[in-house]
């Protein structure tokens, strides 16, 4: 199915970005649109774009550039009005109303959890409960064991301490999703109700949490998305109406949160640092999240490649939404790729270079060995599991490399190699 196309929209510089953003009425379906051709931005390279999108499973893309839509695609039968799960990049919903909440003076995210949720809310002592803030929730680092067999389970039973708060980064759903019990003890409102109050009615969103499981999962429509990335791009204020009043709060959110990971602030990813840590592992990877991407971008990232991209120095917000593509374990690979188009679009008399940072592996599948295959040096190579499990890790240096499999039992592996220049690539393997 081809998709819907709206193509648009100039550049302005970040300097001039609070005086030059449009926002969209707050009702209706009105949303300026511009020519590419001020941008220079080719319609053959968009269309390789949206080939790309398709071929991965994508059912919405909107990239907006000075809050103008520039592109606006969907596919495989979604529309402006369908809606879908936002996954985890709804996490940063949760987090903007903490923000709000406070503000307002009903929560403080230095005090403990335990004041909004009472006594036992762990298996933990009285006292290592105690020591656990909303802050704590926010950043990841609660010391809550993610290990246990449910880590999305919110019971007592299921919250065992295994660090000292502050002092282990561990992306653990369940201490997240107890934010919004704190968020409704403190208000005295439910949380859609209160989103609704604060966040919907002045920007025009559209959507709500809906119990999934163990989860609070947000679903709306791909335009709700994207204006809330605009919200975010002007630093929680919408048309003239400041909505987040504690800029300290904000300027929380999206930047470091911890020294243990420095790519995650409060329920966002942070591109443009040194290292980083991805969910499930306890491995620290250097480099920057998104290579292709301006280093101040910050993301949303929910499973199955639920994104939503911030970049102030250029003024844009992007949105994807859509299924997983191939299973991979951490979705910020794909949202990296689509960067990699994205750096394409203006019409230049040059061929990208998609190769720089891209591993080749031969036979895929593969049977006792494969072969690795770079256009940079490799210096190290890793193999997980499909379930994020660190397998094997190899220092190696070279441009070719053959790698044993012989081990390995029958499945799906994801290979990660580090270059030389510090970028990583990581590719699906398949054992037979």
């Not at 910050?298 to 191939?326: I, K, T």
């Amino acid at each position: 199915m081809k998709p819907l196309l709206l193509l648009l929209l100039p550049f302005v510089s970040l300097s001039v970005q609070a005086q030059n953003l449009y926002f969209p009425p707050t009702t209706g379906n009105t949303w300026e649109t511009l020519p590419p051709a001020s941008l220079n931005w080719c319609p053959d390279k968009i269309d390789l774009l949206n080939t790309f999108l398709e071929d991965n499973n994508t059912k919405a893309f909107i990239l907006l550039k000075d809050g103008k839509i520039v592109i606006e695609s969907y596919f495989d039968g979604h529309t402006m009005a369908s809606p879908w799960y936002w996954a985890s990049a709804g996490k940063t919903i949760t987090g903007f109303m903490t923000g709000i909440a406070q503000q307002e003076g009903f929560l403080s995210i230095n005090y403990p959890t335990v004041t909004y949720l009472g006594q036992g809310w762990t298996s933990c002592t009285p006292t290592e409960e105690l020591t656990i803030t909303i802050e704590n929730q926010l950043a990841m680092t609660s010391g809550l064991d993610d290990g246990v067999p449910d880590p999305t389970c919110t019971s007592s039973s299921c919250l065992e301490c295994l660090a000292t708060p502050g002092t282990r980064w561990a992306y653990h759903n369940a201490p997240y999703t107890l934010l919004d019990p704190v968020i409704e003890n403190a208000t005295g409102t439910t949380l859609n109700n209160y989103i609704t109050q604060k966040l919907k009615t002045p920007t025009g969103m559209t959507g709500m949490f809906i119990s999934v499981d163990n989860n609070n999962v947000f679903f709306s429509n791909a335009r709700s998305m994207a204006r809330f990335g605009l919200l975010m791009l002007n630093n929680g204020t919408w048309d003239g109406n400041q909505i987040m009043t504690d800029s300290n709060y904000f300027n929380q959110m999206v930047t470091t949160s911890q020294p243990l990971n420095e790519a995650y602030g409060y329920l966002w990813w942070l591109n443009g640092s040194a290292t980083y840590m991805v969910p499930g592992l306890q491995t620290l990877f250097t480099g920057p999240m998104f290579p292709n991407a301006p280093a101040d971008t910050y993301a949303a990232l929910g499973r199955d490649g639920q994104f939503l991209n911030v970049v102030p120095s250029e003024n844009m917000v992007w949105m994807r939404m859509g299924e997983n593509p191939d299973d991979l374990p951490v979705p910020f690979l794909l949202n990296d790729q689509i960067w990699e188009y994205i750096n394409d679009l203006e019409c230049e008399l040059r061929t990208p270079d998609f190769t720089k940072h891209t591993l080749h592996l031969s036979p895929n599948p593969a049977d006792d060995s494969v072969t690795l295959k770079a256009a940079r040096e490799i210096i190290k190579i890793e193999v997980f599991t499909a379930q994020s499990r660190l397998l094997v890790t190899h220092s190696v240096s070279g441009y070719e490399m053959l790698l044993s499999t012989a081990s390995f039992p029958s499945g799906v592996y994801f290979i990660k190699v580090t270059f030389a220049d510090g970028y990583n690539a990581v590719q699906k393997m398949v054992k037979e």
